[in-house]
């Protein structure tokens, strides 16, 4: 009986524990990549805000069944509804399974003549449970690799359409 007594507060104490440190990480996590290509605004707004178009830079969705009705794309586990768009940026709501959902917004900042920053955010609020606090670590090293590749996508996919 000592020894079940002993093992079920050495649980409560490591669970305390726990979820004592993950109070210390942020209950938003954001990560964000950029890119700077020399384009017009319309061929950036065409590739970012229209769904149907992200099949020509994003790899998962050349690798995968890939569904879009309206405003809204099923891809695998994952869907992707837009929110809203302006003549600089687009924000969706990108829902994977398992996961509190993203809110991804892409954003074209004009520099000079026709060079322009494509800065990419995914945004994540989390709640209080240790097991969501530390999967946020994952997202820097995973989501932000991931980024880079598809922005060097886009970025080949808008100058190859600028040569032709």
């Not at 979820?19 to 950029?34: E, K, Q």
Request: hydrophobic fraction near 45%; charge should be neutral; aromatic fraction near 12%.
């Amino acid at each position: 009986m000592r020894l079940i007594k002993l093992v079920f507060i050495s649980l409560f104490f490591l669970g305390a524990l726990i979820t004592a440190i993950s109070a210390l990480f942020p209950s938003t996590v954001i990560v964000s990549r950029a890119i700077e290509l020399n384009c017009t605004p319309d061929k950036i707004s065409f590739y970012t805000a229209d769904l149907k178009n992200w099949s020509a830079w994003m790899s998962d969705w050349k690798e995968s069944k890939v569904v879009v009705v309206n405003n809204k794309a099923s891809v695998g586990s994952q869907t992707i509804e837009l929110l809203d768009k302006n003549d600089s940026s687009v924000r969706y709501n990108w829902v994977a399974t398992g996961q509190a959902p993203y809110l991804v917004q892409f954003e074209w900042i004009h520099l000079k003549d026709n060079a322009y920053v494509i800065h990419w955010t995914f945004e994540q609020h989390v709640s209080w449970y240790p097991w969501e606090k530390f999967q946020t670590l994952l997202n820097e090293k995973v989501l932000g690799s991931k980024m880079e590749v598809e922005l060097a996508n886009l970025s080949n996919t808008i100058l190859a359409e600028s040569v032709r």
